[in-house]
């Protein structure tokens, strides 16, 4: 399957075929195909898809070759990058595990507990994105890394935000999933039959809605619009991300975010443009992977997670946390270094 156009290929060789056993003219054969259409098509797409399987099951294909070819190279070119980019992410992971094990032994308060407990939730979340990133990086997809550091941005001024202010926006941010929840409900009961799916039963439309209601009821109706759970501390008309970025002094990350969004909708310059491409291949429509263009997504990430992890080491002036801190801010550079020097030599 190396040739170029082979499923096109494919279709020309299954019509020549049932052209020879046909009596007539090209014509007369067009207008028999036009008429057997649904039939020919029936037996064409056994045969295509077939064939196809074939070739996805086969170690050997062009696809798979083209992707351990890029794998080797971003190894190759990498490696080194991408091991300290484990390793950084190790120790923000650790940082995690020993705030949560330090902090919610010595809290006497149910508070406190609680926002310890949401922010450990969502920096944990933050790792994980960090991990998917280099596994995005690791086989090729700049673009796609790049796009994870949006939501590794949106959980880390959100942490920020719930870090600089006290237990009831905490309680607001935990509570307003009954807002999300029933705004889900609403969309799924609106077109559930497009899916042939069921309808929620009567008693959990009820369940879903009261839960709602009572949100609303406790903190009045602007807590059921969006980022409702902000109204104690963003005035009306402006409870919006690009606030809470401005509020945690994180409003410099706009373009780059604005930036990453083009490869989460389907605007033309995200169509246009790729991370992934060299500026000498930007004309080339790239479908899959490429050793290329990872600078970005590692250096946002890195600088993401650095500034919540560092919220949790200045919860304590300690020796232990001076050079955790120093080692975090250590391999953040390194890291940056890395990939920096690597995307200047392979451009």
Sequence with gaps: MDEEFYIEKLIQKAIKENRKDFDGSDEEFEKAINDKLPKVLENLLVGVSEQLYRYCFDKNNDLKKQERKITKSIKSKYGSGIKIFEAFIELNSKISSFTYDKYYKLFDKLEDQIKLDTLISIHVRACQIANEIRVLVTNGYADGALSRWRTLHELCITFLFLYDNDYETIEMYNDYQAIENWKKVEEYQENYDSFGWESFAKEDLEFFENDKNEMIEKYGKEFGKGYGWTMKVLPNGRRNIREIEKAVGQKHFRP??????????????????????????QDFLLTSCNDFGFLDSIEFSSSSLTIMSEAFLNMEDSYMNRITKELLYFLRDELINEFAEKEKNYA
């Design 256 to 281: 780059i975010y604005t930036w990453a969004s083009e490869n989460v909708h389907s605007g033309v310059s995200g169509i246009k443009r790729k991370l992934g491409l060299r500026e000498s291949e």
